[in-house]
């Protein structure tokens, strides 16, 4: 416990850093937020060098808090340009193609062949042998309509 009394804004800074290049080699957007609040401490305790550790600690935890909770709202009005949005959701790929059923549609629900797999689809009962067009996803479940 004597380090704790001892903590000087450098320890702040370094541990800003450390937590900086944490994030840098396990990405998840967490450990940067944390990373600038031990900055933004190790700057309030140079400033304010009489504070205790504990008093110190309870900075850091709240300026935890807030960076944390500011960055994940900013991150998520302002989400991250992509050219592949849909790479982690691979039934919303398929909105906007036609496929062929190989079975009918029977009390709204059915199969379809997409490549090498099969979807569960749902829409209206249909035959065998039409063409239907995706035209929205409902978890891993296709909906479809009949295509013109």
Request: net charge positive; glycine share 10%; hydrophobic share 50%.
């Amino acid at each position: 416990m004597s380090f704790l009394s001892e903590l000087i804004f450098w320890h702040w800074l370094i541990l800003g850093v450390a937590l900086i290049v944490l994030e840098a080699l396990a990405p998840g957007v967490v450990f940067l937020w944390l990373g600038l609040a031990a900055l933004v401490t190790g700057g309030i305790v140079f400033f304010a060098d009489s504070l205790s550790w504990q008093v110190q600690t309870l900075v850091f935890a709240g300026l935890s808090v807030v960076s944390v909770t500011s960055g994940r709202l900013w991150l998520r009005h302002h989400p991250t340009a992509t050219d592949h949005p849909t790479l982690n959701r691979r039934a919303e790929q398929h909105v906007g193609r036609v496929f062929t059923l190989e079975s009918p549609i029977v009390n709204g629900v059915g199969k379809v062949r997409v490549n090498d797999s099969t979807w569960k689809i749902s829409g209206t009962d249909l035959p065998a042998g039409t063409r239907v067009r995706v035209v929205g996803t409902q978890g891993t479940v296709l909906r479809i309509e009949k295509a013109d």
